[in-house]
């Protein structure tokens, strides 16, 4: 079974500063990795994926990944942040459940605050 | 498009009493599934539906029954509810579960406290 480890639970930064959030995740098999971002009382939605290809992922509200094999990780960062980023971010693996379905295998959760 | 809709969105049990929550999308998605999150866990698969009428378990089924009569609706059952079944319930679609690159869509999730 895959896991994802999110290294950091917390992470404060100051606005317009640059942020990294870090995500380790264990396959010996070809991945399909996904960022969520889940705002204060709401639900999950896609920042960003990655199924093949370049290795950099542009995703919403200025993010991006990138993919390391080498390293099995897949951090996502921000050049400049904003007080709106503030929120939970959840890296997650898609895994082949059972026949038909999927299963996405989701971090422990690293919740970004962005201080004025 | 509403999406994924989940009612309701905050619900007070106790011990033992028995409550369905609900799910429904208007996207015509084949895959549906339910969610359970908690602090420091991330989000746990409980029960997931390929299609009408075909249901299965997640990796934490226990306590949860669910159903598919129709495409939209995705309901999940709590037959007798424990303080261990505190969490937030995300329902999640997506086009097929087949293709295990397909972005899943949440909805905005029901907070459940069992006292």
């Known amino acids: 079974a895959q896991s994802v480890t999110q290294l950091d639970s917390q992470v404060p930064v100051f606005e317009e500063a640059p942020v990294e959030l870090r995500c380790n995740y264990s396959s010996s098999v070809s991945v399909y990795l996904f960022w969520y971002v889940q705002y204060p009382n709401q639900g999950l939605q896609l920042l960003l994926k990655?199924?093949?290809?370049?290795?950099l992922v542009k995703g919403i509200n200025g993010f991006e990944a990138e993919f390391n094999k080498s390293q099995t990780s897949f951090h996502l960062r921000k050049p400049s942040v904003h007080i709106s980023d503030t929120a939970e971010y959840f890296c997650a693996v898609s895994e082949h459940w059972e026949e038909g379905a999927q299963k996405l295998v989701f971090g422990q959760g690293t919740r970004l605050t962005i201080n004025p | 498009n509403a999406g994924v809709t989940q009612t309701p969105k905050f619900q007070v049990l106790k011990t033992g009493q028995s409550m369905t929550l609900q799910c429904a999308q208007d996207?015509?998605?084949?895959?549906m599934s339910w969610y359970r999150q908690d602090p420091g866990m991330g989000l746990r698969l409980i029960h997931y539906?390929?299609?009408?009428?075909?249901?299965d378990q997640g990796e934490v089924p226990n306590g949860y029954n669910v159903s598919r009569s129709t495409t939209e609706d995705f309901p999940l059952r709590l037959l007798s509810a424990a303080p261990s079944q505190t969490s937030v319930y995300f329902c999640?679609?997506?086009?097929?579960?087949?293709?295990?690159?397909?972005?899943?869509?949440f909805g905005p999730g029901t907070r459940l406290t069992v006292l």
């Open positions: 999640a679609s997506s086009y097929s579960g087949a293709y295990y690159y397909n972005e899943q869509f």
């Open positions: 539906s390929v299609g009408a009428g075909i249901t």
């Open positions: 996207m015509n998605h084949e895959y």
């Open positions: 990655y199924l093949s290809g370049s290795t």
